[in-house]
């Protein structure tokens, strides 16, 4: 499976300049309103220093790392959901992505102008809240309006009505749709929606340099104390600097982290929080053609991440064959693993651990 992430934001909070950063793509940014209505997409390669030892220990034909396919939208501004700025269209793109990722400014620039003047970041969190609640109130209203446009309600719309104006009036109380609790047969209803207020959120606060070097910004205990009482993840990083340190040789990059005591780029903590916030985790496959990271939920049994290989390999799946990617990096080699009595089989049921170095055994 490929993550799929939507950046959103208001204009002008830097969610360019980190699309770019994710994805090593060059779109354009500006410090302007510039009325842009279309959605840029692009794949982002997930770091991951396992795939890389592998892919040295073996030298395979092709190593393959995960990936997460990114989505920037053009700014909302407050009032998009009625047509203000360039309105909220394109929020249609982003209906089938599986997490949010918001983009919030606590920098100050004097040279890009805050959309509403001053810079306030719990402000601007549910101006967006507001937005998308808003889009998806407009969802709502438009189908049952259909529904009950039709000459006679049919029998397998009049639960859908119901489901439906109950989604209506939480949006209505400023409640999002991921807020109500529906039983599986209601969340079955809303499944081809992609309502933006079911999906889970993830903030990142995007500092200046200055803010970034005290970790501290205006209004961060408020944004604190927000992210964790709606259990939101939240991270705080400096687009600016990334973006100097991602133009920086290879060799010099670590210099200047290291001086700014940056353990860790922001672009990688972005992805790793964004697997753990989802509940995913990576097995990898080694040989001499390829080593490559596979993406799956966590407590996917073993013949379903066989699945993921190939639908021939869950069918005939008879063991997985796993060595923990730590036990082979300690010893160095697939040898030395088995000689040690670290290699197992395992049958079907088996929960396939975040490291897993699995070989399928099947028979179709």
Same mark, same amino acid.
């Given at each position: 499976?490929?993550?799929?992430?939507?950046?959103?934001?208001l204009?002008m909070?830097?969610?360019?300049?980190?699309?770019?950063?994710l994805?090593?793509?060059?779109?354009e940014t500006?410090?302007?309103?510039?009325?842009k209505?279309e959605?840029?997409?692009?794949?982002?390669?997930?770091?991951d220093?396992?795939?890389?030892?592998l892919?040295?220990?073996?030298?395979?034909r092709?190593?393959?790392?995960?990936?997460?396919l990114?989505?920037?939208?053009?700014?909302?501004?407050?009032?998009?959901?009625?047509?203000e700025?360039?309105?909220?269209?394109f929020l249609?793109?982003?209906?089938n992505?599986?997490?949010?990722?918001?983009i919030?400014?606590?920098?100050?620039?004097?040279?890009?102008?805050?959309?509403d003047?001053?810079?306030n970041?719990?402000r601007?969190i549910?101006?967006i809240?507001?937005?998308?609640l808003l889009?998806?109130?407009e969802?709502?209203e438009?189908?049952?309006?259909r529904?009950?446009?039709?000459?006679?309600?049919k029998?397998?719309?009049?639960?859908?009505?119901?489901?439906?104006?109950?989604c209506?009036?939480?949006l209505?109380?400023?409640k999002?749709?991921?807020?109500?609790e529906l039983?599986?047969?209601e969340?079955?209803?809303?499944?081809?929606?992609?309502?933006?207020?079911?999906k889970?959120i993830?903030?990142?606060?995007n500092m200046d340099e200055?803010?970034?070097k005290?970790?501290?910004?205006?209004?961060?205990?408020?944004?604190?104390?927000?992210?964790?009482?709606?259990?939101?993840?939240c991270?705080?990083?400096?687009?600016?600097?990334?973006m100097?340190i991602?133009?920086?040789?290879?060799? #010099?990059?670590?210099l200047?982290?290291?001086?700014?005591?940056i *353990? %860790?780029?922001?672009?990688? @903590? =972005?992805?790793?929080?964004? +697997?753990?916030?989802?509940?995913?985790i990576?097995?990898?496959?080694v040989?001499a053609d390829?080593?490559k990271?596979?993406?799956?939920?966590r407590?996917?049994?073993?013949r379903s991440?066989?699945g993921?290989i190939?639908s021939d390999?869950?069918?005939g799946?008879?063991?997985?064959?796993?060595?923990?990617?730590? #036990?082979?990096?300690s010893l160095?080699s697939?040898?030395?693993? *088995? %000689?040690?009595g670290?290699? @197992? =089989?395992e049958?079907?049921? +088996?929960?396939v651990?975040d490291?897993?170095?699995?070989?399928?055994r099947?028979?179709v």
């Amino acid at each position: 499976m490929n993550l799929n992430c939507g950046l959103i934001g208001l204009p002008m909070v830097g969610k360019t300049t980190i699309f770019n950063l994710l994805t090593g793509a060059d779109a354009e940014t500006s410090n302007y309103l510039t009325g842009k209505t279309e959605t840029n997409s692009r794949v982002a390669v997930v770091a991951d220093p396992r795939v890389d030892f592998l892919s040295a220990l073996y030298k395979p034909r092709k190593t393959i790392h995960a990936t997460i396919l990114f989505s920037d939208v053009p700014g909302l501004v407050q009032g998009s959901s009625q047509g203000e700025g360039v309105g909220n269209q394109f929020l249609n793109s982003i209906r089938n992505v599986d997490l949010l990722v918001h983009i919030v400014r606590a920098f100050t620039n004097d040279q890009v102008p805050h959309v509403d003047g001053v810079v306030n970041p719990l402000r601007d969190i549910e101006t967006i809240n507001t937005e998308l609640l808003l889009a998806d109130m407009e969802v709502v209203e438009k189908r049952i309006e259909r529904i009950k446009s039709g000459k006679k309600i049919k029998k397998e719309h009049v639960f859908e009505l119901a489901v439906l104006e109950k989604c209506l009036d939480a949006l209505g109380n400023e409640k999002s749709i991921a807020q109500l609790e529906l039983d599986e047969e209601e969340k079955m209803v809303l499944k081809n929606f992609g309502f933006l207020t079911e999906k889970p959120i993830l903030l990142v606060i995007n500092m200046d340099e200055q803010q970034y070097k005290t970790q501290s910004y205006p209004g961060q205990e408020q944004i604190v104390a927000y992210a964790v009482e709606r259990n939101l993840p939240c991270l705080e990083i400096c687009g600016r600097i990334e973006m100097e340190i991602s133009q920086l040789p290879q060799e #010099d990059r670590e210099l200047f982290m290291a001086d700014l005591d940056i *353990k %860790e780029s922001g672009i990688d @903590r =972005l992805a790793r929080a964004a +697997y753990d916030y989802l509940g995913l985790i990576s097995f990898l496959t080694v040989g001499a053609d390829e080593v490559k990271a596979w993406t799956i939920h966590r407590d996917t049994s073993a013949r379903s991440a066989a699945g993921k290989i190939h639908s021939d390999i869950e069918r005939g799946f008879i063991r997985a064959e796993v060595v923990h990617y730590q #036990d082979l990096k300690s010893l160095g080699s697939m040898v030395k693993v *088995k %000689e040690k009595g670290l290699s @197992r =089989l395992e049958g079907k049921d +088996y929960l396939v651990q975040d490291g897993d170095i699995i070989n399928f055994r099947f028979n179709v």
